[in-house]
């Protein structure tokens, strides 16, 4: 976690920005003489305003931001009405879950909408909120968008010093085929699932149970994904109870130190949440032991608790990513490897047409695109390069494809810079490099190439020239795409992974 690269400190200057926000919605709760409760819940509405909304540009941010009451406060109303009608509570609650899931088809903007949703039916369930309280639940909630917006976009504006980035398309599909649509259901019967077993364990905290399945499903795509994502939550679950045993326990509610803890919980939920799953639920656990510490109703058992409850959350959502509507983890990979390989081929080709002399040719978006497509396929396969998997052949063959698709984006970024200058040579050999690379893309992504066929592609060796860099990227971009050839299996097409 500490040693993961962070360029231009983002993480870091993200991490602190969060603190700030959430301390100042808290800040402005407490002045504004809300109850304890309010307060909590608009720390957290502020917590999630600032980590949820991910749109590319600071404009679709704001725009986003501000549309967060419109999907919390009818849930928050539903939520505290319905809190002791068990049945129609728990009705209401899935249906929450469903639309939740399912707006993720509209990109980040229906993805941080359905978390919020998902988030305050589940806070007013953690705080036992009552229609009474629903007015002050309304201004805290109000308070802290207001306060995290005033951080995010006034006080300190990241965003407007880094280049936006936009998040790769999901991958196509039509009705259950859709990713979108297929993860609305497998959630929903975890989640349901999960709210029945977690009341047999507890009348009072079954929350956790659901709250679990269905962050499990959150950026997952395949079954494989699924897994490993329980796995990570349960160990972060775990040691972040023994370090509340620890820290939490003593502390016993004790205003100063714990509103100390609870910033130190934030930041490291920002600065880990890109690096490791596991290092962000320890300390989103140590920070639900400090919040129960000023409730008043922190113990040991409630800890544990806590830990069984997550247990059979993720054992549900295994269950149902198992037995509802599966998708093999091979087939995601396969989808989003494609989905590289087709931009490389783009990029090759805005390449060869700015060699040629097309000035409005241009790579660097298709270049930029293929390192978020490599993200994507980095997480598809972390089921198979997981420590604990038992493939290993298929492990190796996981290694292997990522590091020749990094391979790929280097070369890429180095022939994005060459044709960028404006005296590289229109030579001959550069666009006959070209169409080799995009012809070898081409027979990857169809399935018809054979390993010999890719080799067999001419790997000239550049003279000393000005259009040496050019070649010398293209022939890495050959040997690469040739070397891919095995372990994607293309002929016969053999899976990378066979669950």
Not at 34 to 39: D, F, I, Y
Not at 284 to 293: N, P
Not at 309 to 330: D, F, K, R, S, Y
Not at 367 to 392: C, D, I, Q, T
Request: contains cysteine; aromatic residues 6%; hydrophobic residues 55%.
């Amino acid at each position: 976690m500490f040693v993961a690269p962070d360029p231009g400190r983002l993480r870091l200057r993200n991490s602190t920005r969060a603190v700030i926000g959430v301390a100042l919605a808290v800040a402005v709760s407490e002045l504004c003489g809300l109850s304890l409760t309010a307060s909590i819940i608009g720390g957290l509405a502020a917590l999630l305003a600032l980590f949820t909304v991910t749109d590319a540009t600071v404009r679709d941010q704001r725009i986003t931001t501000a549309l967060l009451p419109t999907a919390g406060f009818p849930v928050l109303a539903l939520a505290t009405t319905l809190h002791g009608i068990t049945l129609a509570r728990d009705a209401a609650f899935l249906s929450v879950v469903f639309c939740g899931v399912y707006a993720r088809r509209w990109g980040p903007r229906g993805h941080a909408l359905g978390i919020f949703a998902f988030m305050n039916f589940f806070i007013t369930q953690f705080l036992h909120a009552v229609p009474a309280q629903l007015p002050e639940l309304y201004a805290a909630v109000g308070l802290a968008l207001l306060a995290a917006g005033a951080v995010r976009f006034v006080l300190w504006p990241i965003e407007r010093r880094t280049p936006p980035t936009t998040a790769p398309p999901a991958l196509p599909g039509t009705g259950l085929a859709r990713p979108t649509t297929r993860q609305a259901f497998q959630a929903t019967a975890a989640c349901a699932l999960a709210l029945f077993v977690g009341q047999v364990l507890s009348e009072d905290r079954w929350y956790w149970a659901v709250g679990t399945a269905w962050w499990i499903f959150v950026n997952t795509v395949s079954r494989g994904e699924t897994l490993v994502r329980g796995f990570r939550r349960v160990l972060g679950t775990l040691i972040g109870i023994a370090v509340g045993l620890l820290v939490a326990i003593p502390l016993n509610g004790a205003p100063a130190p714990t509103a100390g803890l609870v910033a130190i919980c934030v930041f490291g939920i920002f600065y880990t949440a890109a690096v490791s799953y596991s290092w962000m639920m320890l300390a989103v656990t140590v920070m639900a032991g400090l919040l129960y510490g000023l409730l008043g109703v922190l113990d040991p058992s409630l800890l544990v608790l806590r830990l069984a409850e997550t247990g059979v959350g993720a054992v549900c959502a295994a269950l149902a990513v198992v037995l509802v509507l599966p998708v093999t983890t091979h087939a995601t990979n396969d989808a989003w490897i494609q989905r590289a390989l087709h931009c490389v081929h783009a990029a090759t080709a805005e390449a060869a047409a700015r060699l040629a002399g097309d000035a409005e040719a241009d790579p660097a978006p298709h270049a930029a695109e293929l390192e978020l497509l490599l993200g994507r396929v980095r997480m598809s396969v972390a089921p198979l390069v997981h420590p604990l998997s038992p493939f290993r052949a298929r492990k190796a063959r996981a290694r292997h494809v990522i590091e020749l698709l990094d391979d790929c984006a280097r070369e890429v970024r180095g022939l994005v810079s060459v044709a960028a200058d404006p005296t590289a040579s229109h030579d001959a050999r550069l666009a006959a490099a070209c169409w080799r690379v995009e012809a070898a893309v081409e027979a990857l992504t169809v399935g018809e190439m054979r390993s010999s066929e890719v080799t067999a592609a001419t790997h000239e060796t550049p003279h000393q020239s000005e259009t040496e860099s050019a070649l010398v990227h293209l022939s890495g971009l050959e040997r690469a795409l040739s070397e891919l050839a095995m372990p994607l299996g293309v002929a016969p097409r053999s899976p990378l992974v066979g669950s």
